[in-house]
C-alpha cells in the first residue's frame, strides 16, 4: 500500500491498515497522545485527546519521527 493508497481508503480501512502496521511509538504533546505505526514505506500517527479518537495523518519524511526515535533509551547498550 502507498500512502496515496492510504489516504484514499476509507476511515475503517486506515484504522485497519494502522493496526497492522508496525509499531513505532507512542508520544504526548500537549493534551494529545499520539502513536505512531509504518505501514509499507509511510509513517501513519494516530491521535487521542481525552481518551478519544481525533484522527490519523500520514507522512514519509522520516524527521518527523524524531519525537518518537529520541525517547529510545540506548544508553545501556554502552556504545556512548
Same mark, same amino acid.
Given at each position: $500500500?502507498?500512502? =496515496?493508497?492510504?489516504?484514499?481508503?476509507?476511515? $475503517? *480501512?486506515?484504522? *485497519?491498515?494502522?493496526?497492522?502496521?508496525?509499531?513505532?511509538?507512542?508520544?504526548?504533546?500537549?493534551?494529545?497522545? $499520539?502513536?505512531?505505526?509504518?505501514? =509499507? =514505506? @509511510? %509513517?501513519?500517527?494516530?491521535? !487521542? &485527546?481525552?481518551?478519544? %479518537? !481525533?484522527? $490519523?495523518?500520514?507522512?514519509?519524511?522520516? *524527521?518527523?519521527?524524531?519525537?518518537? &526515535?529520541?525517547? !529510545? =533509551? !540506548?544508553?545501556? &547498550?554502552?556504545? @556512548?
Amino acid at each position: $500500500m502507498t500512502l =496515496d493508497e492510504f489516504l484514499r481508503c476509507g476511515e $475503517m *480501512e486506515q484504522l *485497519e491498515a494502522f493496526w497492522n502496521g508496525i509499531f513505532v511509538g507512542n508520544r504526548s504533546s500537549g493534551a494529545f497522545v $499520539m502513536e505512531c505505526r509504518q505501514i =509499507d =514505506d @509511510f %509513517y501513519v500517527e494516530y491521535k !487521542i &485527546l481525552g481518551g478519544h %479518537y !481525533i484522527g $490519523m495523518s500520514g507522512f514519509k519524511n522520516p *524527521e518527523l519521527l524524531h519525537p518518537y &526515535l529520541n525517547q !529510545i =533509551d !540506548i544508553s545501556s &547498550l554502552g556504545i @556512548f
